[in-house]
C-alpha cells in the first residue's frame, strides 16, 4: 500500500506547526516554574533567617525563667533575715 506524498506533506507540516506553537508555549511556562520556584527559594531563606533571629532573641526566657525561681526563693531569705535580724536585735535591747 503506497501512502501518498500529500499526507507526508501534512503531516510534515503539522509537525512543524505542532513544534512551533508547543515549544515557545513550554519554554515560558517552565520560565515561570524557575521565576516561582526562585522566589520561594528566596522567601524561605527570609523565613528561615528570621526564625533563627527569632530563637536567638527568646534563648534568654529559660534563663528568666530561672531568674524568676531565685526570686521567690530569695524572698524567703530575705524574711528568715528579717525575722533573725528582729531576734538579734531584741536580745542586744534586752541587755542594754
Known amino acids: 500500500m ?20 508547543v515549544l515557545p508555549l513550554a519554554v515560558y511556562l517552565l520560565h515561570r516554574l524557575l521565576r516561582a520556584a526562585l522566589s520561594i527559594e528566596r ?9 533563627l533571629g527569632i530563637a536567638r532573641n527568646t534563648g534568654a526566657v529559660k534563663a528568666l525563667d530561672d531568674t524568676v525561681a531565685l526570686g521567690g526563693e530569695l524572698g524567703a531569705v530575705a524574711g528568715s533575715l528579717r525575722r533573725h535580724s528582729a531576734a538579734i536585735e531584741k536580745t542586744l535591747a534586752d541587755r542594754t
Open 43 to 51: 522567601y524561605t531563606a527570609e523565613a528561615l533567617t528570621a526564625g
Open 2 to 21: 503506497d501512502v501518498p506524498a500529500s499526507v507526508y506533506v501534512i503531516w510534515w507540516t503539522l509537525l512543524i506547526v505542532a513544534v512551533v506553537a
